[in-house]
């Protein structure tokens, strides 16, 4: 028996790969729900394109963990520290990289366990993956509240990227388990960051 491959909001031909056993809900453990709670992300089982809810919440992870950095940046500032706020880029990447390593490391077993539970490859429910390649797609983007339009531009890039899955994101899907469902996500997360750069560069040279 054979089940066609899902993936969130993608527009490629279905691949057939072998389909997996479905773990009876009765069977399922704490850590299986956990699991898939952190697999869906609380967005992953909305019937209408999965993948562009899970890019949105990476969107109001990137914006939270921004506005948290501020803030905790000017508190330092207020309570005598040598900050100044050159410095701040440098503080809210590090917390960025922090986030998508973590992210990373934890979405793959989590998407390696829900899709065992779910039996399909890659399914289209599981969006840890958007929410890591949504973040990296922010990682060179200066933070400026102000500019509105970095985030629907990091927002669009993204999901451009993932749905057209370019040379070699669509390879990665290959790895397999947990650490194919991230990684190709994870890179189509790159080349949006590179357009966002470039984005953002042109902005400050003509505008």
Known sequence: MTKPKESSDSLAHPVVEPAHIVVPERRRSAGDYLALALATCGVGLIPVAPGTWGSGVGVAAYLGLGHLSERVFDYGVRRGLDLSPQQFPAVLTTVLLLAILLVALVGTWAATRAEKLLGKKDPGA?????????????????????????????????????????????????LGGGLGIMADDMLAGFYAAATMSLLVTLHLLYY
Not at 127 to 146: K, N, S
Request: glycine fraction near 6%; charged fraction near 15%.
């Open 126 to 174: 599981v969006v840890v993956d958007e929410v890591a390649g949504q973040l990296i797609a922010f990682l060179f983007v200066p933070w400026q509240t102000t500019w509105t339009w970095t985030v629907v531009a990091g927002f669009v890039a993204f999901r451009v990227f993932d749905i057209w899955k370019p040379y070699p994101v669509r390879r990665l899907e290959g």
